[in-house]
């Protein structure tokens, strides 16, 4: 027997369910809203954390920079200052060793005094050079000049050096290498004169070898230092370019900063080139550089000739009048020594306002400015 169904009872059963869906839908969306919100609270205080991180990374860089700009203009002070009272070392050494009265013991006396002035500049020079790379001061210089007359000067250079050891020195390349290119020659000077002096100084007996090789796929020159001296440990080969770190040998020989390889190395990727080592302990090491060049067809200036010594100034005509503008003593002095037995009219000035002064009063046809004054320097006198 079938039976009509009641559609007010349907109607009230549909309304029943959909509260119920509702009131469940509406717990759903308030139960992941809260647990939404409690996420979003937890992720605001995870950016909160990092955004702090991130400000103490930032002062801490900026701090780092500071300090190292810091460390870097007071290397370069201190090493003007330590440079200046050397400066008088050296030049009055020399004006003292070209007296003729000198006893054979004094000439020996003095020849210490220069070699120990001169060590003590180039270490000084390495540690301004390294404090300007740091500080971003160091600038590339590229010119045209003669390759083959460079790799000339390093052979008589180090000539007397290997003869003194009983080393070979060797400097090879081929007709391949150009002999005119563009780089920067001082900066590849010094490169090559420290690692041969370096190789030189860890090598007891065999020979030292310089070789020179063109990329053919680039114009790349690839140089190699290779010596059979006593090599270096695997586990300090990682540290080796570090500023002011010596491996084991070095530590040995008593000279020298540690700087001299990170120098070169530095001086390398400024150039756009890259520096590698391999050695063998008791075998010998080899430093391998790539430098990027230029090839051109001839350069910038001729060979330097041999230097003559001045005697005085060519007779009939008027003595040149030269200002002396320095504020230590000693430099005054010394450049007096230097030039008024040359003939040269000389007068002083002790720092920048002097010299402007003079300059008024006097005329001189050269002006000899330091550049670091009291009162007014160099740079606002010039």
Not at 38 to 54: C, F, H, S
Not at 244 to 267: C, E, H, M, W
Not at 318 to 326: F, H, K, Q, S, W
């Amino acid at each position: 027997m079938k039976c009509k169904s009641d559609p007010s009872s349907d109607h009230q059963h549909i309304q029943s369910l959909r509260r119920s869906l509702n009131h469940h839908i509406e717990k759903r969306v308030k139960e992941r809203t809260i647990e939404l919100e409690r996420q979003n609270q937890k992720l605001t205080q995870e950016i909160k954390k990092y955004q702090t991180l991130a400000a103490k990374l930032r002062n801490a860089k900026d701090a780092a920079e500071s300090a190292n700009r810091t460390k870097s203009e007071f290397l370069a002070n201190i090493s003007h200052e330590l440079r200046t009272p050397l400066n008088a070392i050296l030049g009055f050494t020399q004006l003292l060793y070209n007296r003729e009265k000198l006893t054979l013991q004094q000439r020996d006396y003095l020849s210490i005094i220069n070699q120990s002035s001169e060590h003590l500049l180039a270490l000084i020079n390495d540690i301004l050079c390294l404090s300007k790379i740091e500080a971003g001061c160091m600038t590339i210089n590229d010119k045209n000049f003669d390759l083959y007359h460079l790799l000339d000067t390093l052979r008589q250079m180090f000539h007397l050096k290997t003869k003194d050891k009983g080393l070979k020195l060797l400097i090879q390349w081929t007709d391949a290498i150009p002999q005119y290119i563009q780089t920067d020659e001082n900066k590849l000077r010094q490169i090559l004169i420290n690692l041969l002096d370096n190789a030189i100084k860890f090598t007891p007996q065999g020979q030292v070898t310089l070789t020179l090789e063109k990329s053919p796929h680039s114009p790349t020159l690839l140089f190699s230092i290779r010596d059979t001296g006593f090599g270096i440990a695997p586990e300090e080969l990682d540290r080796l370019f570090d500023p002011f770190r010596q491996t084991q040998t070095g530590k040995n020989t008593p000279s020298g900063t540690g700087l001299g390889l990170a120098i070169s190395r530095r001086f390398v990727q400024l150039m756009g080139g890259e520096m590698t080592v391999q050695s063998v302990v008791n075998q010998g090491t080899t430093f391998t550089f790539s430098l990027p060049i230029q090839v051109v067809p001839s350069c910038d200036d001729s060979p330097p000739v041999s230097p003559k010594r001045v005697i005085g100034i060519i007779d009939n005509q008027p003595p040149p009048r030269i200002l002396i503008a320095d504020d230590s003593p000693s430099n005054r002095q010394l450049l007096m020594q230097l030039l008024t037995p040359i003939g040269f009219e000389i007068q002083v000035a002790e720092n920048g306002q002097q010299a402007v002064a003079a300059w008024e009063r006097w005329q001189p046809h050269l002006i000899w400015m330091d550049m670091r004054m009291p009162v007014m320097d160099g740079y606002e006198a010039t």
